[in-house]
Nanobody, 115 residues
Framework: QVQLVESGGGLVQAGGSLRLSCAASGRTFSTMGWFRQAPGKEREFVASISSGYYTYYADSVKGRFAISSDNAKNTVYLQMNSLKPEDTAVYYC???????????WGKGTLVTVSA
């Protein structure tokens, strides 16, 4: 049974940092990604990593967020720096065979950035 479990969310002041983790179990994946959904908005792509090396970012987070993975731990991370209030959202981990289709999703972790 595949499970994705996120952790690391919380409350932080603007300009601060957080690191999210997503531990996968049940199998390994070639692509893992992070998405977020702010209150009243649609879910949006944040970042992805494929084959442990190829990374992609939404324009809104380029230069501030960094995605990485630890294949030995089957875990993907999202280092978030210079956080802004508009980064406030529930962050979801996702996994699949390529960055255009994610079959598995975590339950999400809440990130709140205060002004």
């Amino acid at each position: 049974q595949v499970q994705l479990v996120e952790s690391g969310g919380g409350l932080v002041q603007a300009g601060g940092s957080l690191r999210l983790s997503c531990a996968a179990s049940g199998r390994t994946f070639s692509t893992m990604g992070w998405f977020r959904q702010a209150p009243g908005k649609e879910r949006e792509f944040v970042a992805s990593i494929s084959s442990g090396y190829y990374t992609y970012y939404a324009d809104s987070v380029k230069g501030r967020f960094a995605i990485s993975s630890d294949n030995a731990k089957n875990t993907v991370y999202l280092q978030m720096n210079s956080l802004k209030p508009e980064d406030t959202a529930v962050y979801y981990c996702a996994a699949g065979e390529n960055r255009n289709y994610y079959k598995y999703w975590g339950k999400g972790t809440l990130v709140t950035v205060s002004a």
